[in-house]
Each structure stands twice: as C-alpha cells, then as structure tokens.
C-alpha cells in the first residue's frame, strides 16, 4: 500500500470521527431548542387563556386579540415540524418517540380547527357561549398537547447521548489505534529501506533487493534517486575520460616538442663537430706542409675525408627523415628477392656478396603490397647495419635472414642476422635518433633505426628487436588493412 | 710544460688526436689517451703498477674529458673520480671538461665537482686558450 493512501486514509477516518462528533452535538442541541420552543408554547397557552378571560370578561365582539395569540401559539409546532429531518424520523422511529411529532400536527390542525371556530363566531354563525366554551376546550388541549411533548423530545436527546458518546469514544481509540500502526508501518518501511541500502551490497543484488522488498513511493524514489546518480557518475566519468585525454595529448604534444627539441640539438650538433675538426685538421694540414711534414699533412686530408664522408651520411640520413615524414607513395606489388638483390649490389662489399651474405625466404599466398620506397628503405637500414656491424669473433659464417610470412591479416617481415647485437641495457635506446652503439666499428650517423622506425610508423605496422640465440632479430609487422582500406 | 701528466678520456679518436697535436705544441710530451670512461677510471685505479710501470708519468695532474661516451660517460666518471680521489693519491689532479656540448646544464653540472676546473668545447679551443688553462692550473697546484 502506497504511503499516501495510507495517509488518505488516516485523513478520512478523522474526518469521519469529527463529523460524526458535529452530527451529534447539532442533534442534541437540537433536543434543547426543541424544550425551548416548548416552553414558549407554554408563555402563549397562559397568555392564551388570559386573553380568553378577558374576552369573557367584556363585551366587546373583537377576537383579533384572540386571533394572534392562536397564530403566535401555533408558530412553534410549525419550527419544530421543519427542524425535523429524515434522521431524526428514522431515530425516532426506532426509539418510538416519532409521536412528538405528530403531537405537533395534532397542535397546528387544533390551532387552525380553533381559527376556523373564531371565524364562523364572527360570521354568526356560532354564539358566543359556545365559542367560549370552544376556546376554553382547546387552551385544554394545547396545555395537553404541550405536556405530552416534553417527553419523547427528552428521550430522544437521552438516547443520542447514551449512543453518541460511547461510539465516538469507540471510534477515537479506533482512530488513535490505526494512526499508530499506520505510522509505525511507514516508518518501519523507510527504516527498512535506510537498512537495505547501508548494508553495502554489491549494486546488482542490491537493486534486485530494492525491488523486491520496498514499493510505493519509497521504490520510485529509490529508483529515480538511482536513475540520477547513474546519470552523474556517467558524466563524471565521460568528464574524467576527457580530462585523461587532454592530459595524453598534451603529454604525447610535450613529448612530440621534447623530440623535436632534442632532434635540433643532436643535429646541429651532428652537423658542428665533423666541421669543427675538419677546420684544425686543415689549419695542421698548413703547419705540416710549411715545416715540410708532408706524411702528417696527408694524413689529416685522409681524416678530413673521413669527417666529410660523416657529413654526407648525415646529411643523406636527415634529408631521408624528413622524406619519410612527407613522402607518400603508391601501393605497389612488390618482389622481395628483386628489391634485396638491388640492395646486395648497392651497399655490400665484394666478399660479402660472394659469401651468400644474404639469404631471403618468403612464404606468402598472395602478392606482397606496399609502399615500395619505404620497404626498400627499412630493408637498406637493417641489412647495411647488419653487414657493418658482423660479428668476425663468432665460428659461423656471418649471415642475414630475411623472412616474409603472413599472419593472420598482416605481413611479417623479419631480419635476423648473427652480428655484434645490441647491449643488452641499450635496447630501449636502439629507435632513438643519433644512437651509435658501437662507435669504434662504425662512425654511422646515428639516424638507420629512427628511420626504419618512422617508416614502419607510416605503414601503420610496429617493429619490435629482440636479441636471439644467433644475434639479433627485428621483427616488422605490417597491417594488410592499410592498404585495403585506401585501395 | 714538458713534465706535466695529462690524460684524455675520449671516445673519439679525432678529438685525442687534435687535442693531442694542440697539446704537444704547447709542449706537453706526457699524454695518455683512453677511449673511455671506464678504461679510464680503470688505468687510474690500478695505482701502484701504473706507478712503477709509467715513472714521471703518472699519475696525471690534468685529465680533459668528454662527457658523451658510450659505456661510462664524463658525467658517470666524475661521480667514481670523486670516490677514489681521497683513496688514492690524486688530491692535486684536476679535470678540464672537453665536450662539444655547449648545454649550460652540462656546464653547469660539471662545474659543481670541486675538482673540476675548466669546461672546454671542442672547435673552440685555441692553443692560447689551452695555455692559459694549464698554466692556471700549474700556478693553483
């Protein structure tokens, strides 16, 4: 049952309990009016027989003074007829008292029957000593009638009373009883309730409690309560997704500017230093050759040419950087064996060619597509390390594998090859830009791996170096998607 | 000049070399070169052999180091420099950074060392300047 009913309810048992109460207290003092008009009844019937005695007493043949009186007297069984309602009939009826009202009936036809007397003394047609003997007959019967009404009016009031009172005191303890278990009802429900949602269950079986056990306005209030913080946990949390990813872009922008920072320094740095020595290698050259130390003075051109064959990689290295950042090539079929045979005569020394350095597998159904340009620059980068950088200490013959396989919706593109490998606590530093691992080997420009990596970036694959059993392995993995999506 | 002790710690081969022919200009003959910090802190701390091995010629009185090095670099050897200077006898031993960076942090960061003296950059090292180094540091020892 709904809380408000239950109030409702306790409102219409109040409201009963009061009108019963008015309806009690008008039917009483209806009683005392009713004793009231009587007694006025009574000043008239003495007024009443005064007047008859008077009339008697003279001559006179006026009997509007007489007229009057009976008028007057016959007023009151008239107002009590009219205050008289269907209740009351009913009452008196069971109590057998109802014939006070015809007693009243009897009062007014014996009024009327004495007017109709006085007018036919008027008209002549009745004596005088018969009208008196008329009016003295019927102040009799009113002085009769006025006794014979006194009693059923005060039954009647003595019973509303002995039926009022004990009703309506039945009916306020009635009334106190039921407010207090309805009371104690609605609050137990909210106790209930108050107790449900502090014991802290898990939110499933506590809303599959909720709707078990608490209905009516506490379960709508419950469940819009519930609708509300639903709805203000999910904006805080979309609030807080968009905080988490203004706070990653401007990390990921810091870390972009950080780069780019530290991309201008390691450069320019880069750029100065074979600059710098090659300007006292060529002021030595010019003290060598004016005290006549021709050998030293060949010597420093040979190292001049060193730090300018430096620049030039360099150089080559940040212009193919950049060019993989702008560059947008076709997707074209591409035949791995053709594009590493260009390569093996491009960048390897005779021996190497001759051993067999390289050595290709590819294990794919259909054709490899790409951006050409780009895998021809990954596959330059790895194998020219890993030609520079072999390992001569080890017993097998240095050797590069290159494998193309596919998996699942990408291609897998994999170099391994036994050289000197990376250390082992540098790994995290090997895509970094300007990183020479093994400088007394091979000056490098330090730019090979960033712009692998930059490359796999743009063909939206990953790479990832491991060292192996043999030496080190870098696994490319290249999306088909890329390319099905733009073709 | 002629018998001061001086030790490069540089990866690269070029800048010993330059440094090397700036030095023996000026006159300095007693040069030793390590392509590392860790060869580096490895020679000086094998002591008394070094001592007896190299006589007048160690222990270095003026050390010019690079800090970009591969394995231990300048800032990693000033760090164990600073532990093993009171265990053995380099309490005269000063360092001149000899560094292409020109990174005020690295300055900076160098300079707070007691025992470093100079920050030098490389291309820009006259053989006045360099003279004027090793003289100071003469006259302060």
Same mark, same amino acid.
Request: charged residues 25%; aromatic residues 8%; proline residues 2%.
């Given at each position: 049952?709904?809380?408000?009913?239950?109030?409702?309810?306790?409102?219409?048992?109040?409201?009963?309990?009061?009108?019963?109460?008015?309806?009690?207290?008008?039917?009483?003092?209806?009683?005392?009016?009713?004793?009231?008009?009587?007694?006025?009844?009574?000043?008239?019937?003495?007024?009443?027989?005064?007047?008859?005695?008077?009339?008697?007493?003279?001559?006179?043949?006026?009997?509007?003074?007489?007229?009057?009186?009976?008028?007057?007297?016959?007023?009151?069984?008239?107002?009590?007829?009219?205050?008289?309602?269907?209740?009351?009939?009913?009452?008196?009826?069971?109590?057998?008292?109802?014939?006070?009202?015809?007693?009243?009936?009897?009062?007014?036809?014996?009024?009327?029957?004495?007017?109709?007397?006085?007018?036919?003394?008027? +008209?002549?047609?009745?004596?005088?000593?018969?009208?008196?003997?008329?009016?003295?007959?019927? +102040?009799?019967?009113?002085?009769?009638?006025?006794?014979?009404?006194?009693?059923?009016?005060?039954?009647?009031?003595?019973?509303?009373?002995?039926?009022?009172?004990?009703?309506?005191?039945?009916?306020?303890?009635?009334?106190?009883?039921?407010?207090?278990?309805?009371?104690?009802?609605?609050?137990?429900?909210?106790?209930?309730?108050?107790?449900?949602?502090?014991?802290?269950?898990?939110?499933?079986?506590?809303?599959?409690?909720?709707?078990?056990?608490?209905?009516?306005?506490?379960?709508?209030?419950?469940?819009?309560?519930?609708?509300?913080?639903?709805?203000?946990?999910?904006?805080?949390?979309?609030?807080?997704?968009?905080?988490?990813?203004?706070?990653?872009?401007?990390?990921?922008?810091?870390?972009?500017?950080?780069?780019?920072?530290?991309? +201008?320094?390691?450069?320019?740095?880069?750029?100065?230093?074979?600059?710098?020595?090659?300007?006292?290698?060529?002021?030595?050259?010019?003290?060598?050759?004016?005290?006549?130390?021709?050998?030293?003075?060949?010597?420093?051109?040979?190292?001049?040419?060193?730090?300018?064959?430096?620049?030039?990689?360099?150089?080559?290295?940040?212009?193919?950087?950049?060019?993989?950042?702008?560059?947008?090539?076709?997707?074209?079929?591409?035949?791995?064996?053709?594009?590493?045979?260009?390569?093996?005569?491009?960048?390897?020394?005779?021996?190497?060619?001759?051993?067999?350095?390289?050595?290709?597998?590819?294990?794919?159904?259909?054709?490899?597509?790409?951006?050409?340009?780009?895998?021809?620059?990954?596959?330059?980068?790895?194998?020219?390390?890993?030609?520079?950088?072999?390992?001569?200490?080890?017993?097998?013959?240095?050797?590069?594998?290159?494998?193309?396989?596919?998996?699942?919706?990408?291609?897998?593109?994999?170099?391994?090859?036994?050289?000197?490998?990376?250390?082992?606590?540098?790994?995290?530093?090997?895509?970094?830009?300007?990183?020479?691992?093994?400088?007394?080997?091979?000056?490098?420009?330090?730019?090979?791996?960033?712009?692998?990596?930059?490359?796999?970036?743009?063909?939206?694959?990953?790479?990832?170096?491991?060292?192996? +059993?043999?030496?080190?392995?870098?696994?490319?993995?290249?999306?088909?998607?890329?390319?099905?999506?733009?073709? | 000049?002629?018998?001061?002790?001086?030790?490069?710690?540089?990866?690269?081969?070029?800048?010993?070399?330059?440094?090397?022919?700036?030095?023996?200009?000026?006159?300095?003959?007693?040069?030793?070169?390590?392509?590392?910090?860790?060869?580096?802190?490895?020679?000086?701390?094998?002591?008394?052999?070094?001592?007896?091995?190299?006589?007048?010629?160690?222990?270095?009185?003026?050390?010019?180091?690079?800090?970009?090095?591969?394995?231990?670099?300048?800032?990693?050897?000033?760090?164990?420099?600073?532990?093993?200077?009171?265990?053995?006898?380099?309490?005269?031993?000063?360092?001149?950074?000899?560094?292409?960076?020109?990174?005020?942090?690295?300055?900076?960061?160098?300079?707070?060392?007691?025992?470093?003296?100079?920050?030098?950059?490389?291309?820009?090292?006259?053989?006045?300047?360099?003279?004027?180094?090793?003289?100071?540091?003469?006259?302060?020892?």
């Amino acid at each position: 049952m709904k809380i408000s009913s239950k109030l409702m309810l306790i409102v219409m048992l109040t409201v009963f309990e009061i009108s019963i109460t008015l309806l009690a207290v008008v039917e009483i003092s209806k009683g005392a009016k009713f004793h009231q008009l009587n007694s006025l009844h009574f000043k008239y019937i003495v007024q009443y027989s005064d007047v008859i005695a008077e009339f008697e007493a003279s001559a006179s043949k006026d009997v509007s003074a007489l007229q009057n009186v009976i008028i007057n007297m016959r007023q009151q069984p008239i107002e009590c007829v009219e205050t008289v309602n269907w209740l009351n009939v009913f009452v008196m009826k069971q109590i057998n008292t109802f014939h006070a009202v015809d007693i009243c009936r009897k009062d007014i036809d014996d009024a009327n029957n004495i007017l109709l007397t006085l007018a036919s003394y008027e +008209a002549g047609e009745i004596s005088r000593e018969i009208l008196i003997a008329q009016l003295r007959q019927s +102040a009799r019967v009113f002085n009769q009638n006025s006794a014979l009404f006194e009693k059923p009016i005060t039954d009647t009031v003595a019973f509303i009373m002995r039926v009022a009172i004990p009703f309506l005191v039945a009916i306020s303890l009635f009334n106190i009883l039921f407010i207090s278990y309805m009371s104690k009802n609605i609050s137990g429900s909210i106790r209930n309730t108050i107790r449900l949602l502090k014991n802290g269950k898990r939110e499933k079986s506590l809303i599959d409690d909720i709707d078990s056990n608490v209905s009516g306005e506490l379960k709508t209030l419950l469940n819009v309560a519930q609708e509300r913080l639903a709805h203000e946990i999910l904006v805080s949390e979309i609030n807080q997704k968009l905080e988490t990813l203004v706070e990653q872009r401007t990390q990921s922008l810091t870390r972009a500017n950080e780069e780019l920072a530290q991309f +201008a320094y390691r450069a320019s740095h880069d750029l100065k230093s074979p600059l710098t020595s090659s300007k006292l290698l060529t002021q030595f050259i010019i003290e060598d050759i004016e005290s006549g130390n021709l050998k030293s003075a060949a010597n420093d051109a040979n190292k001049i040419y060193g730090q300018m064959e430096k620049l030039e990689k360099l150089v080559v290295g940040i212009l193919s950087l950049t060019e993989a950042d702008v560059t947008d090539e076709k997707v074209e079929s591409i035949h791995l064996e053709t594009i590493i045979d260009e390569i093996r005569l491009r960048l390897l020394e005779p021996q190497s060619i001759a051993s067999g350095f390289i050595r290709c597998t590819t294990d794919i159904k259909s054709e490899f597509k790409s951006e050409k340009v780009r895998i021809v620059q990954i596959l330059e980068n790895l194998l020219s390390n890993s030609d520079k950088y072999k390992d001569n200490a080890k017993k097998e013959t240095p050797f590069v594998n290159v494998t193309l396989t596919e998996v699942q919706d990408s291609y897998q593109l994999v170099v391994e090859d036994n050289g000197l490998g990376i250390p082992a606590n540098r790994h995290d530093e090997v895509f970094h830009m300007f990183k020479r691992f093994h400088p007394a080997i091979s000056s490098g420009s330090g730019l090979g791996l960033a712009i692998v990596k930059k490359h796999v970036s743009f063909l939206k694959g990953q790479i990832d170096m491991k060292s192996s +059993a043999l030496g080190t392995v870098f696994t490319i993995t290249l999306p088909k998607e890329k390319f099905n999506e733009e073709h | 000049m002629k018998n001061i002790n001086v030790l490069i710690v540089d990866d690269s081969e070029l800048d010993r070399y330059i440094l090397r022919r700036q030095l023996t200009a000026l006159g300095v003959q007693n040069i030793e070169e390590k392509d590392d910090g860790s060869s580096a802190l490895a020679y000086l701390k094998d002591y008394d052999s070094n001592y007896q091995l190299f006589p007048g010629k160690f222990p270095p009185i003026i050390i010019f180091l690079d800090i970009n090095m591969p394995k231990v670099n300048g800032f990693d050897f000033l760090d164990e420099f600073a532990k093993i200077r009171k265990q053995f006898d380099f309490g005269s031993c000063v360092v001149a950074m000899y560094s292409s960076s020109e990174r005020s942090e690295d300055k900076e960061r160098a300079l707070k060392y007691e025992f470093v003296s100079r920050y030098l950059v490389k291309g820009e090292i006259t053989e006045l300047c360099l003279d004027e180094t090793i003289q100071a540091i003469i006259k302060s020892n």
